[in-house]
């Protein structure tokens, strides 16, 4: 059984992948491919080919992406591809996947877990993390917002409490 492990950046799924982790289940997360797949000549040639030069930073690709919809989607067309295909191969159980309704991707999964901390908590962290209200603003516009993920989700972990009440409800989840 596959799991896709979902919600709005900030919420907490990387600290439940964590968790699920501990508790021993396989896990990968689209970001960590993302990441690596950043790195490889191929995508920084398609990136410096649409971007120039400066996109090989991920700290300016990042505000790019936040402030201009167009650049986001050009990423995703660089990067939507080769992310899909390492997730399929991938034997992990548990995988994180930020914009699994966006991507259209929920099929590909058996079940579905949303992370959600609610979105006064989401601002409070994504501020804490980028110190910019313009470049949350223009994250938080990237993503559909939580309460539509919700609608796919066959579990929702809420993350706006303790980690301890956080981790009793992972492990019974991952008992399951």
Request: charged share 25%; with cysteine; aromatic share 6%.
């Amino acid at each position: 059984m596959r799991i896709a492990i979902t919600g709005g950046i900030g919420e907490g799924k990387s600290t439940v992948l964590r968790m699920i982790a501990e508790l021993g289940g396989t896990v990968d997360s689209a970001d960590l491919i993302a990441r690596d797949l950043f790195a490889t000549e191929e995508i920084q040639d398609s990136l410096r080919e649409a971007f120039g030069d400066q996109a090989s930073d991920p700290a300016w690709l990042r505000a790019k992406i936040a402030a201009s919809p167009t650049a986001r989607r050009l990423v995703n067309r660089i990067l939507h591809r080769p992310i899909v295909e390492a997730m399929a191969i991938s034997t992990a159980q548990y995988i994180e996947v930020p914009l699994l309704v966006e991507a259209g991707l929920v099929g590909a999964f058996d079940r579905v877990w949303v992370v959600t901390c609610g979105p006064a908590e989401q601002r409070r962290r994504l501020l804490a993390r980028y110190n910019d209200p313009g470049q949350v603003d223009g994250l938080l516009a990237t993503q559909l917002p939580t309460r539509t993920k919700i609608t796919f989700a066959d579990e929702i972990i809420r993350t706006n409490c303790d980690l301890d009440s956080v981790f009793a409800h992972v492990s019974q989840l991952v008992r399951v």
